[in-house]
């Protein structure tokens, strides 16, 4: 069994008197892509902010490489979050920035590395994703929202992580374009050997490329596991995610 990369315990979440998780627990293994699944409230996208800490759950604790990271300095908080890379729904890219320069602003930000260096790894991260070369004289605003992604995953890229955080990675991509990107995500996590965590609405995601998945509902952990582990749970929620597979997915 792979090593545990992140384990959260007992989270609890609350945003003045609305209880978001009441002790969600869930553990992520080195080398897997590991999704958090729920309906609209149920707290996937706040479990994620906690894990790259952008939010601070009320109690609990998440350990991420074996380090508790409510208990860190800034110094060694800057230092662990140089070990993942994060794509955010939106691509969250600079519109005033080339696709070339939004990737090449982490290795000036990070590195000392010299600019002829930093512009070959660019293009290499661009060709990575699959987009084509010419992409990185592009803006934001001359992309296909299926770019947009694939140019944010190079950013995300960019310091070579061994953890990825996806946020709704197919949001706003078409059926096609949204199996193109999971395959990439999946092809991704086979030659860089990374961990994936993402947070997915999108069950034909959770059926093609997710190892295991934690669903969130009624601020708990209604079942956590692999697609069959979790058809094998009796709960409604189940039920309403998955129609129990019987007429195909639904949704």
Not at 62 to 73: Q, R, V
Not at 106 to 122: M, R, S
Not at 158 to 165: G, N, T, V
Request: charged share 20%; hydrophobic share 45%.
């Amino acid at each position: 069994m792979n090593p545990i990369v992140i384990e959260a315990r007992n989270i609890v979440t609350s945003f003045g008197d609305t209880c978001i998780h009441d002790n969600v627990s869930c553990t992520i293994r080195e080398n897997e892509i590991y999704a958090l699944l729920g309906g609209s409230g149920s707290g996937k996208s706040t479990l994620l902010r906690e894990m790259i800490m952008l939010e601070t759950p009320a109690s609990g604790s998440i350990h991420i490489f074996g380090e508790n990271i409510a208990k860190l300095s800034l110094v060694e908080a800057q230092k662990l979050r140089r070990k993942w890379g994060v794509l955010f729904q939106s691509g969250a890219l600079y519109s005033s920035l080339t696709v070339g320069e939004n990737i090449a602003l982490l290795y000036k930000e990070y590195t000392n590395l010299p600019q002829n260096l930093i512009h070959e790894l660019v293009k290499l991260k661009i060709d990575l994703v699959g987009l084509p070369s010419h992409a990185i004289h592009l803006y934001p605003s001359e992309l296909s929202g299926g770019m947009v992604k694939r140019a944010a995953l190079a950013r995300a890229l960019a310091l070579d992580p061994k953890l990825l955080f996806l946020d709704e990675p197919t949001s706003g991509l078409d059926p096609l374009s949204s199996r193109q990107f999971d395959a990439l995500i999946r092809q991704l996590r086979d030659l860089l050997g990374l961990t994936i965590v993402l947070v997915t609405h999108d069950l034909d995601t959770i059926h093609h490329i997710v190892d295991r998945f934690v669903l969130l509902g009624e601020k708990k952990v209604i079942a956590q596991g692999t697609l069959n582990e979790v058809l094998a749970v009796n709960h409604p929620i189940v039920d309403y995610f998955f129609q129990k597979e019987t007429h195909g997915i639904q949704g």
